[in-house]
């Protein structure tokens, strides 16, 4: 019973570099979306995605890009990390309707020196 | 926009009292809240949550009741066990599918 996986749990990057975070489900749920998580800020929407083809913006998605191919995957791309990245990200699933849950993976805690 | 705030920020009680952390929300179009648990440097474990048709929700000692006219939802621990001790996070889902956190009580049951 996965869930949401994502990977990798921990990843250190130089200013200007850029990597993938990687983001999959395995309950066929039409929703997903990234958060970062800053101490005193609580969760923030990064971006978001409806379904397949579908993504949008969230609160914070300067430096930031997504892409949703298929239904399970939806991987967060960082362009040029800065420090201002460092942050720790958690990817949510959940389906569209009125009695939907959202489930989160376990997050990926990264940091740009 | 949806603004949840969680107050207290930090709650500090003996191993057995019972704990009472409130959640407040400003948009009453929501279609549930949740309740999640995060310890440190881990993820978020869903606790309970509540549909918005729903006044209330219970799992063992945990219950947490929903009031959407006045955008208020409370969660109650009874009992409080050290191994209670973590933030515990309240969040709201309105009609756009964009989960709204507060930015979480964190609790301490001292033994």
């Known amino acids: 019973n996965a869930g949401v996986t994502q990977t990798p749990k921990f990843q250190v990057l130089k200013t200007g570099q850029s990597m993938t975070l990687q983001c999959a489900q395995d309950?066929?749920?039409?929703?997903m979306s990234w958060y970062r998580q800053d101490p005193g800020m609580g969760l923030r929407l990064i971006h978001y995605s409806v379904g397949a083809g579908i993504t949008d913006q969230g609160e914070v998605p300067n430096g930031y890009n997504v892409s949703r191919s298929t239904t399970e995957d939806f991987p967060l791309r960082l362009l040029s990390a800065a420090p201002s990245q460092t942050s720790v990200y958690f990817c949510?699933?959940?389906?569209?309707?009125?009695?939907?849950?959202?489930?989160f993976g376990q997050g990926t805690r990264l940091t740009v020196v | 926009k949806q603004e949840v705030t969680q107050i207290p920020a930090a709650l500090s009680v003996p191993e057995g009292e019972n704990l009472v952390l409130n959640c407040s929300f400003t948009d009453s179009a929501i279609y549930n809240l949740q309740w999640f648990r995060q310890d440190p440097g881990k993820g978020l474990t869903s606790l309970l949550l509540?549909?918005?048709?729903?006044r209330e929700q219970t799992s063992g000692r945990l219950n947490a009741s929903l009031d959407k006219s006045s955008g208020r939802s409370t969660l109650y621990i009874a009992a409080s066990q050290p191994g209670d001790s973590a933030t515990y996070l309240c969040a709201a889902l309105p009609h756009d599918y964009k989960l709204s956190f507060g930015a979480g009580t964190t609790v301490t049951v001292r033994a």
């Open positions: 309950m066929n749920h039409e929703y």
């Open positions: 949510a699933s959940s389906s569209l309707g009125t009695t939907t849950e959202a489930f």
């Open positions: 509540i549909q918005s048709s729903q």
